[in-house]
Structures are given as structure tokens and as C-alpha cells.
């Protein structure tokens, strides 16, 4: 068989298994968006190891284990449910990981892995039950229009702190940063680049903005050039080194169930928000197949607890690959190679600095915030929890917080106001639940 049919061949089965056709885009355009999602989100193979070594775990195993997990969840979520969304371990569950699990309440990070591991069957479990799916789907349009804004607003936070361009405050939380900076000179020239690029109809504008950002700080001695290939460390410090029996602890009861509860609010709100950009949400405002991309997120949780890291979950960060033209779970399929690529490559990864992809995070954000044009802006029950929904995020620095501050104010607003129909069960449910954790965790 000659070369050409080989690569016909193979492309008429991926676009088969995929459904690259029926979802308007080709094998090339998901290759591409898959680049563009991995670069967004490859800060997270020195960042996540950066934060647990700080809880005792070696640097190199959590490495090793952080690549591994994004690869086998992002895989799982492109194969079996076919979508394009990254997975990798979550910033801020990590920090609760370091900070409050081990360094704040004093545990080994062998029973942190243990509580990871035990809410991650959890989540197992509510994926194979109808639960999970029926408590997303009660969520009402408006906040899911809102959520995905949010987490618009959200990745522009990230961005902006990325690149400098807001930085902390004593007196007023935060400031403008020093625009004399290099760094953030560098982002706003990619964000424009970008903008421009995309305006004219460059196709991977995101992705050429990153490159050149990054390759711009390299150039001005910036950003330290890392190289390009080193063998992979040792995983073995961390890897299968979760204490379960003492994760099973009475006293660690509330722990497991808030480390569930958080990522079981994060990847509704994340999958929610990148897939209304998609396009992917049915008329209805449903996510199809949404049981396939639970169980996916939450066996990447599993299985990441035994190589040796924190929660796994759903990125937001995927939606910069969205914008470039990704609809399948192809797109997944390649942030997954790239991770596993990434065990080689990590002197490369590095050189992409923060900076680097912060154009990109402030692109996409000024994309999903369109959502919030299509709210009824002209009943003030619907508006007022989707705008707090929206601020939450950013200002809480929490999708979860931004979530449940919106189903809280929702559910008071419509049970005050005489709309008490417009409230599922499952939506008074959560919000109570929600207020309860506000008032006592």
C-alpha cells in the first residue's frame, strides 16, 4: 500500500470514529487545536509540581505523575467521550492539597493521595448514576450562560496575573502592575498580535501568538532558554504511594467530601462553559454524552491519586483549542500525546513562560464572555444571580464559589419573587447545599 492511500485510509477513520465531518472540521484543524490547547494549559507540568513538592513529595515523581494523568484523562475524554477537553491535575485543589490538607491540618501526603484516591471512586460511582448528569442538566440556561462567561472573566483574570499586568494589593486586593515591565509589554504585543491575526482570518492566530511571545522573550533575554529533550525522572517516590486506609479515617470524612464536591462543581462548570462556545450544547442547553465526559474526568482522578498527584479535572484552558477550530475528541487525542511527548521534552516545555500563553487566556476570555449577551437582560430574577455567577469566579477565584454564590442568589431571588416553578428540585437542592457550605466549611 502506497503512502497516500495509507494517510486516505486514516484519515477516513478518524473522521469515522470522530465524526470530524459532521462536526465541520478536519483532521489538520484538530491537530492544531489540540497544539493550541496543550501550550495554554503545559505551564501546569512545572506549576502542579512546583505546589505539591511544597507538601514533601519529590519534584521529578510529581512531574512525571502530572504528565501521565493529563495524558490518560485527556485520552479517556477524547476516545470514549469525544470531546475537546483537556484534562490535567486542578490548580487550586492542589493548593488545598499542599496547604490545608497536609501543611495546615498536618497529614502525610501519602493519606492526601488517599483522600484523593477515595473521592475519586466517588466520582466514579456518581458517573455511572444518573446523578451528576441530572444535577448539571437542572442547572437553569441563564447561569449556564453565565458560567461559561464567568469562566471567560475568569481565564482573563489568570492571564492578566500572568502576565503582570494585575498584581496583588494590601490596601485595594489588587492593582495595575508595572506596564515598563518586559513581561507584560510582551503579552499585550501577543494579545494584539492575536487579535489582529484572528480579525484578518489567520488560522492557529492563538497559536502563532503564543510562539511568537514566547520565542520574542527568549530573543530579549526575557526567558531562559531550557533546551529541548532530557529523560524522563524517576516516578517511583510517588507512584502507588497513597495511604488509603488512612484517607478512611472518620475525621477525614468532611475532607473527602469537600475535595468531591469541589471537583464535581469545577467540571460542570468547565465543561459547560467550553462547550457553549462549542457550539457542542443541544436547544435545549444540554451537554450530549455528558455521563461519558463525568466518567472521564473522574477516572482521571483515579487514576492520577496512584501515580502521584492531586485531583485530575476538566480544564478551562481547552477553550483556547475551541476557538482554534476543535470540536472532537481528536483534539483531546493529541493534548494527550503532547503530554506524554512532554516527559521528553520538559526543558522545552519550560521556556514557554507564563507571559507567553497569557495573550492567549485573554483572548479566549473576551470570547466567552459573550455569553452574557444572551441573557434575558429584562427580568432582573435571571440577570442579577448570572451576573453574580459571572463576578464570583474571577473575584472568588473559584468556578465552585462563582457557581454556588449564583444558585444561592437564584434560588432566594425566584422563591421570594413568586417563582418558585422556575426552580428544579435539583436546583433548590444544590443551592442549599451551597449555603450550607458557605455557613459552616
Known amino acids: 500500500m502506497s503512502g497516500p492511500e495509507m494517510r486516505s485510509r486514516l484519515v477516513t477513520a478518524l473522521d469515522s470514529y470522530f465524526a470530524l465531518g459532521q462536526q465541520g472540521t478536519t483532521v ?6 489540540g497544539v493550541t490547547t496543550f501550550l495554554t494549559m503545559a505551564y501546569i507540568t512545572f506549576a502542579n509540581p512546583a505546589m505539591l513538592s511544597e507538601a514533601g513529595m519529590d519534584f521529578g515523581a510529581v512531574f512525571v505523575a502530572t504528565c501521565l494523568a493529563a495524558a490518560v484523562g485527556t485520552a479517556i475524554m477524547g476516545l470514549y467521550a469525544n470531546y475537546p477537553v483537556a484534562l490535567a491535575p486542578g490548580m487550586g485543589l492542589n493548593a488545598f492539597f ?25 466520582f466514579v460511582a456518581l458517573s455511572l448514576l444518573p446523578v451528576r448528569e441530572w444535577i448539571i442538566n437542572s442547572i437553569p440556561k441563564t447561569l449556564k450562560l453565565a458560567i461559561s462567561a464567568g469562566i471567560g472573566l475568569f481565564l482573563g483574570a489568570i492571564g492578566l496575573q500572568n502576565a503582570g499586568i494585575v498584581v496583588d494589593d ?19 504585543t501577543g494579545f494584539a498580535l492575536i487579535v489582529v491575526l484572528d480579525h484578518r482570518g489567520i488560522p492557529g492566530a492563538i497559536l502563532l501568538g503564543i510562539l511568537t511571545t514566547a520565542a520574542l522573550g527568549v ?19 510517588t507512584l502507588l504511594k497513597l495511604d488509603v486506609g488512612g484517607a478512611l479515617d472518620l475525621s477525614l470524612i468532611v475532607v473527602v467530601f469537600t475535595f468531591l464536591f469541589i471537583d464535581l462543581f469545577d467540571t460542570a462548570g468547565t465543561l459547560v462553559g467550553v462547550t457553549h462556545r462549542a457550539g457542542l450544547l443541544d436547544e435545549r442547553g ?17 487514576a492520577g491519586a496512584m501515580l502521584g498527584t492531586s485531583t485530575t479535572t476538566s480544564y478551562i484552558e481547552s477553550a483556547s483549542g475551541i476557538k482554534a477550530g476543535g470540536r472532537t475528541g481528536l483534539c483531546a487525542v493529541t493534548v494527550a500525546g503532547l503530554f506524554l511527548l512532554c516527559l521528553f521534552f520538559e526543558p522545552l516545555a519550560r521556556t514557554v513562560s507564563a507571559y507567553a500563553t497569557a495573550p492567549a487566556l485573554l483572548f479566549v476570555a473576551c470570547l466567552m464572555a459573550r455569553g452574557l ?16 455567577t459571572a463576578l464570583g ?8 464559589d462563582g457557581i454556588g454564590l449564583g444558585l444561592v442568589t437564584y434560588a432566594i431571588v425566584k422563591l421570594v419573587s413568586g417563582g418558585l416553578r422556575a426552580c428544579r428540585p435539583a436546583v433548590l437542592a444544590i443551592a442549599l ?5 458557605f455557613a459552616f466549611l
Not at 28 to 33: D, S
Not at 373 to 388: H, K
Open 373 to 388: 449577551a444572551e441573557i434575558d437582560w429584562e427580568d432582573a430574577t435571571e440577570y442579577a444571580p448570572a451576573l453574580i
Open 433 to 437: 447545599l451551597f449555603a450550607l457550605r
Open 98 to 122: 499542599s496547604y490545608g490538607l497536609v501543611q495546615g491540618m498536618g497529614y502525610s501526603w501519602e493519606v492526601a493521595l488517599g483522600v484523593v484516591f477515595v473521592s475519586g471512586v466517588l
Open 170 to 188: 494590601p490596601s485595594t486586593l489588587v492593582a495595575l502592575g508595572d506596564l515598563k515591565a518586559a513581561a507584560p509589554v510582551l503579552a499585550l
Open 393 to 400: 469566579m474571577p473575584l472568588t477565584f473559584s468556578i465552585t
Open 286 to 302: 444540554r451537554l450530549p454524552r455528558l455521563g461519558r465526559a463525568l466518567l472521564a474526568d473522574s477516572s482521571a482522578t483515579v
Open 219 to 237: 530573543g530579549l533575554g526575557i526567558s531562559e532558554w531550557h533546551g529541548f529533550v532530557s529523560l524522563p525522572p524517576d516516578p517511583s517516590p
Open 28 to 33: 489538520g484543524t484538530e491537530i492544531l487545536a
